[in-house]
């Protein structure tokens, strides 16, 4: 299964580029909503059985991918995905050790993670 979360991404415009930019690499584009940005990442994906995964509030609104089954890909997909207006947003690959997480939660692991690397960077 080769799918595309798109979590802040909220205007049909910008959805349409990154499915248009996903179609070459066979992979489905879902755009998630607020509200289930408190659901695991696994139930998103459609890997998980929702009903055995506790969900809470979704809160965030930052933008962000999340790739699943696409590994193989990446490196023809990330240059695809930013020629459709996607670069500049957080992306993460969908892991064993990830996909109970929520959006939220992975979200604030890869800002941590940017700001870390920027501080390290001197920027």
């Known amino acids: ?25 066979g992979a489905e584009v879902a755009a998630v909503g607020r509200a289930d940005r408190g659901k695991p990442l696994g139930v998103l994906a459609g890997l998980d059985d929702p009903a055995a995964a506790p969900a809470a509030a979704g809160t965030g609104t930052g933008r962000m991918l999340v790739l699943c089954g696409l590994e193989e890909e990446l490196d023809a997909l990330l240059p695809a995905l930013a020629r459709a207006g996607a670069g500049g947003c957080l ?33």
């Open 1 to 25: 299964m080769k799918k595309i979360l798109l979590f802040g991404f909220d205007t049909l415009p910008e959805i349409l580029e990154v499915r248009t930019a996903a179609a070459p690499f």
């Open 91 to 123: 992306k993460a690959v969908l892991t064993r050790h990830n996909r109970t997480w929520s959006a939220d939660r992975l979200y604030g692991e890869l800002e941590r993670e940017h700001r870390a690397i920027r501080r390290q960077l001197g920027r």
